[in-house]
């Protein structure tokens, strides 16, 4: 869960005032597992994204973000996507999308499966097909693409940053693949 934030974006608070707020407010986030379906809607694929962490290190993740102040979770979902996965992604989101499960990041190591050193955040996770053409962005190294099977290999999941190895087998799960 990596941002950049500037005074002259609409809806972002300064570094300054983020700071503050992550020391006493849970803030709101969105993951997302891109997939590949078939034509019958099955899961082919599987995308994970290469990023490097603040420690340095480069990790696999989910495309991650804040939903912003007055913005529709779908809004944020969409947003994020294309700025990870590029504009001809082409992400199929419902008009009003439901996460497969919630996922409470904490700063403290062990609390839940999931953390962030910087704050706690509470994210909705979703899976999303997408149709086109990715191209990592911004921040994204990297986009692969691995069969449900790979995706669950141990050695693929132990680069995946933060606990999000448990969104991407629960998401799976979820799936039935």
Not at 10 to 37: F, H, K, N, Q, T
Not at 45 to 74: F, M, P, T, W
Request: charged fraction near 25%.
């Amino acid at each position: 869960m990596t941002e950049a934030t500037t005074l002259s974006d609409s809806g972002w608070l300064s570094r300054e005032e983020m700071d503050s707020a992550r020391e006493r407010l849970p803030i709101l986030y969105v993951d997302a597992l891109p997939v590949r379906v078939d034509d019958h809607g099955a899961v082919t694929k599987v995308g994970l994204l290469l990023r490097v962490g603040s420690d340095g290190q480069i990790k696999r993740a989910l495309v991650s973000g804040r939903v912003l102040y007055h913005e529709r979770v779908r809004a944020a979902l969409l947003r994020h996507l294309e700025k990870d996965l590029g504009p001809l992604a082409l992400p199929r989101v419902p008009p009003a999308p439901q996460p497969f499960t919630i996922a409470e990041y904490f700063p403290t190591p062990g609390v839940t499966p999931f953390h962030d050193p910087r704050q706690h955040a509470v994210s909705l996770a979703y899976v999303v097909p997408v149709e086109g053409d990715c191209e990592p962005q911004q921040d994204a190294l990297e986009l692969t693409w691995f069969s449900p099977d790979e995706a669950r290999d141990p050695g693929v999941l132990a680069e995946l940053a933060n606990g999000q190895s448990a969104l991407v087998v629960q998401a799976l799960a979820h799936l039935g693949v």
